[in-house]
């Protein structure tokens, strides 16, 4: 049998105003997202079961886990998502599979990088037989992996932007229905927005199902009718505006809003670490910040810098010097790919 590899990769993403807006308790809404490098790679070798023991081998790189699994009765141990993924999808029975998961995104890193993973494994999965399913359908299969499956609390938003790349304006009509329109962008805009943005992570991850329910115990019966939620749903929009007319200024002046909403959400949602790097950044004239995702004790700041690239990188210094790490990125224009080689020959 000749030797078949999958390779699958799907951005993580970032700057998500109006986040929080599209989970089930919201009903509707609409979320703002940047779809960025680093990616989550997937990497799976088939072989013929013969010349392996193991009918699955998972490596989950950046945990440094390595252990089998057989697709026929799994269970939920060291990675739940990615044995999920298995167990959802029908494999071949006449292979066996080591499948390997990386990214340069730290895990819990506030980026989708949970939602690009099941997207990645999910796509490449599928590519092992007809390649069936469309992207938007991987974006729901993935999506499910977590809330169906697994029973967590997550929004829609991650999934979509992960298959799709780019600069998002999503709409939820009615949870989990959305339309995504993928925003034509001026390359001057893109190429300005890519240079201003700096991602500071706090060094923490954190867990976004519980931070979810934590701010579902505290929006009372009728969720949706919150008026903080409907502050959130506006901001999405006035995003979209902002950027498409290259107005910087009113962009960052949108993040710097949405953070104190997600504040008034909960207390716990802006920790010291992120008001730390919010002061760092004001202290070198930043526009605007966004803590990514669903924030809490953990994750990653998006900065939104005026423009000065010298001024950028003593930010830089300052925030590193303060025990900060910061993530390169740079704008993903696509989405989930995927591609197969056989003996090392693209087919």
């Known amino acids: 049998m000749q030797n078949t590899v999958i390779n699958a990769v799907a951005p993580t993403r970032i700057c998500d105003v109006g986040g929080w807006t599209d989970t089930h308790f919201a009903k509707f809404g609409a979320v703002f997202n940047i779809a960025v490098y680093p990616y989550v790679e997937i990497q799976i070798n088939s072989l013929p079961i013969a010349e392996t023991e193991s009918r699955v081998v998972i490596n989950a790189e950046n945990f440094g886990d390595s252990y089998s699994v057989n697709p026929?009765?799994?269970?939920?141990?060291?990675?739940?998502?990615?044995?999920?993924?298995?167990?959802?999808?029908?494999?071949?029975?006449?292979?066996?599979?080591?499948?390997?998961?990386?990214?340069?995104?730290?895990?819990?890193?506030?980026?989708?990088?949970?939602?690009?993973?099941?997207?990645?494994?999910?796509?490449?999965?599928?590519?092992?037989?007809?390649?069936?399913?469309?992207?938007?359908?991987?974006?729901?299969?993935?999506?499910?992996?977590?809330?169906?499956?697994?029973?967590?609390?997550?929004?829609?938003?991650?999934?979509?932007?992960?298959?799709?790349?780019?600069?998002?304006?999503?709409?939820?009509?009615?949870?989990?229905?959305?339309?995504?329109?993928?925003?034509?962008?001026?390359?001057?805009?893109?190429?300005?927005?890519?240079?201003?943005?700096?991602?500071?992570?706090?060094?923490?991850?954190?867990?976004s199902s519980e931070i979810h329910k934590m701010v579902i115990a505290d929006l009372g019966n009728e969720p949706h009718k919150d008026s903080r939620l409907e502050q959130l749903r506006r901001l999405a929009h006035q995003s979209k505006n902002a950027l498409c007319e290259g107005d910087f200024a009113q962009l960052g002046g949108i993040f710097n809003e949405n953070i104190k909403v997600q504040e008034a959400l909960h207390k716990n949602l802006i920790c010291d670490s992120f008001k730390e790097i919010i002061s760092i950044a004001n202290n070198f004239d930043a526009i605007g910040c966004k803590v990514n995702g669903a924030g809490g004790d953990g994750g990653s700041v998006a900065i939104l810098t005026n423009g000065d690239m010298s001024k950028k990188r003593e930010l830089k210094k300052a925030l590193i010097q303060h025990n900060f790490q910061i993530l390169p990125i740079y704008l993903s224009r696509r989405g989930l790919r995927i591609w197969k080689t056989v003996s090392n020959k693209i087919v």
């Open 72 to 207: 026929g009765n799994i269970i939920y141990d060291k990675h739940p998502l990615i044995e999920a993924a298995i167990k959802t999808m029908k494999l071949p029975d006449d292979i066996a599979l080591k499948i390997n998961i990386f990214s340069y995104a730290p895990p819990g890193a506030s980026m989708g990088t949970s939602a690009a993973v099941s997207v990645a494994l999910t796509g490449a999965l599928d590519a092992l037989t007809s390649g069936r399913l469309t992207p938007h359908e991987v974006a729901s299969l993935a999506h499910s992996l977590e809330t169906k499956e697994l029973g967590l609390e997550c929004g829609v938003q991650d999934q979509l932007a992960s298959v799709h790349g780019g600069i998002n304006f999503i709409e939820i009509d009615k949870f989990p229905h959305t339309n995504i329109t993928k925003l034509k962008i001026p390359n001057n805009i893109w190429w300005e927005l890519e240079q201003r943005l700096l991602l500071t992570y706090i060094g923490k991850p954190h867990q």
